[in-house]
């Protein structure tokens, strides 16, 4: 062969590499992977395992999309500035956040930019109302709200309800009002506010003295709901304790609870490792191969959700990826997923339709109780 024939035809392998590399789609992930939250942390690295786990059961994802990390830092502050060098760089797909006050920050500029998001984790509401362009793969507080209150009314039979509402976090805000909408006239509700900074032990052991309540309710992030937890349990070891999925699951939970004897305590969730469908045997059993000895994490689950979601609807678009089509497909499509099948019936909310677990913590174990 010629020199210049060899020339030309490197040249144009070059070229043709070039142009392979240039048609990945890129999709940012954005978490709190650098907080200075314990609980924040571990959620979001595990959300990072998520990933890891899909593209190990999903090889061929790489072929045509390139994740792009973006650390937020765990604040709402940052999480403004990560979405700005998301538009800026023209990516326009996200995935991620934990946290519902971190999504609301994401929603308006994904709308505003025509960027499709969905987040794993964040259940306040708001995030998926009016935001067409913003998906969840968890359920809403709606959903939530509703199934803690019919544990709360129906199955441990309270009368006499005491809620810790923390008013500085809308996820907390959002999940206290849905849980006393729904408990209605069923039982009496006495709320304490507090900011997590402020919080009065002598207040809450007056109250608890006062009301004398059947459950307490703490609607919060796992940081704050432990120290409440241990308060609680110091006033009466008995006493039965209720959370939200903030509540984050063993890996947060374990290390600050499991000196607690004899702890009364259940929680609603995201996922259990304990759900029989074939999609999350198959995902617990390359969870356990690829980190052996770590227990299975909600996050990891909930982030493979989303992705398996997204990646379901990316490849079913003919034609170009843009986030409409995308959109539409997410829209039109009934998924199976770690917690069963979920679909998006309302496109001006799409907020998935789907089953919430509740676990019972049982001297050191997270015991799948029941589902609504």
């Known amino acids: 062969m010629k020199p210049l024939r060899v020339l030309t035809v490197l040249i144009s392998l070059s070229f043709a590499a ?61 999480t403004a500035l990560e979405a700005k060098k998301i538009i800026d760089q023209n990516i326009k ?9 971190h999504a609301l920050v ?59 509402t923390n008013v500085d976090t809308p996820y907390s805000l959002g999940l206290a009002q849905r849980f006393m909408e729904f408990v209605g006239d069923k039982a009496s509700i006495t709320e304490l506010k507090y900011v997590p900074d402020g919080i009065k032990v002598d207040e809450i052991k ?50 600050a609870i499991e000196p607690l004897k004899g702890l009364n305590a259940y929680y609603t969730t995201l996922w259990s490792q304990d759900l029989a469908n074939p999609k999350n045997r198959k995902f617990v059993k390359v969870f356990a191969s690829e980190y052996p000895g770590d227990p299975s994490s909600i996050s990891a689950a909930t982030m493979y959700d989303a992705l398996s979601i997204f990646w379901e609807s990316f490849k079913a678009v003919k034609g170009p990826k843009t986030p409409d089509a995308v959109r539409a497909k997410l829209l039109s499509t009934t998924f199976s997923t770690t917690s069963g099948k979920i679909s998006f019936p309302d496109p001006n909310n799409p907020t998935p339709k789907k089953r919430v677990v509740v676990n019972r913590l049982n001297e050191g174990k997270h015991e799948l109780y029941d589902s609504y």
């Open 18 to 78: 070039v142009s392979v590399a240039e048609t990945k789609t890129k999709v940012a992930y954005l978490g709190g992977f650098s907080s200075l939250s314990t609980g924040t942390v571990l959620t979001d690295l595990n959300l990072e395992k998520g990933l890891k786990i899909f593209l190990k059961m999903n090889p061929e994802v790489e072929k045509s999309i390139e994740f792009v990390r973006f650390d937020n830092q765990g604040e709402a502050a940052n």
């Open 93 to 101: 797909f996200i995935v991620g956040v934990s946290k519902s006050n």
């Open 106 to 164: 994401v929603a308006p500029l994904a709308d505003e930019n025509k960027i499709l998001f969905i987040t794993p984790q964040a259940t306040n509401d708001k995030v998926t109302q009016n935001h067409p362009y913003v998906f969840r793969s968890c359920f809403s507080d709606l959903y939530q709200g509703r199934a803690l209150a019919q544990f709360a009314t129906q199955n441990r039979k309270a009368k006499k309800i005491l809620i810790m």
């Open 206 to 255: 007056a109250t608890v003295e006062k009301v004398k309540p059947d459950l307490v309710f703490i609607p919060d992030y796992v940081n704050t709901a432990v120290f409440l937890i241990k308060e609680f349990y110091k006033i009466d070891p008995k006493l039965l304790l209720l959370g939200g999925d903030g509540w984050g699951g063993r890996e947060v939970l374990d290390p």
